[in-house]
């Protein structure tokens, strides 16, 4: 606003407070604009930790199971394959400690505070996720991935539901938004 001596600025979708990459922004007339982009595709790289699961589905939050003994066990494929299982249309519980607003008041704010945040799966589309690698070490097993998506879809509840799917919980630890379509 201040640089561009502008009053109006706004922006198209939120990102994740760890998150990089693509924001939209509108300055001026053109935030009148923005709602007509914020439901179109985007994509993402990520990268999702298996090993533990934390409160908030990504490494900011305080780590709530880990099952690190069934790492050794676990081969590539099968983690390839319960990805794969998340491709297509699907229903997805966001993040407890997402923006969606409940009841007037932001999910994450009602976590914080200490509520009992259950959000109901909604419908998404997984258009594509791809493994770009598996690398492992004594305490964890790392995915990069990249995906793209229908807008609502929340890439810290793939990581969480792969975790949950594998037995051995996941959380994400990267994220970068590279692509807001059209």
Known sequence: R???GERRVGHAGTLDPFATGVLVLGVGNGTRLLQYIT?????YQAIIRLGSATATDDFTGEVISQNLAALKDLADQAIVEKLREQVGEIYQRPSTYSAI???GKRAY???RAGEDVQL????VSVYS???????????????????TCS???????????????LAVGGHL?????????P
């Open 101 to 103: 607003k409940v009841d």
């Open 120 to 123: 109901r799966e909604r419908r």
């Open 39 to 43: 439901d179109g595709t985007k994509s």
């Open 173 to 181: 630890i990267q994220l970068r938004r590279v692509t807001v379509a």
């Open 2 to 4: 201040k640089a561009l």
């Open 151 to 165: 807008a609502g879809t929340y890439i810290r509840s793939i990581a969480r539901d792969l975790g949950e799917a």
């Open 109 to 111: 704010e009602r976590a």
């Open 129 to 147: 996720l791809t493994v770009v690698a598996i690398e492992r070490s004594e305490s964890a097993i790392d995915v990069s991935i990249e995906v």
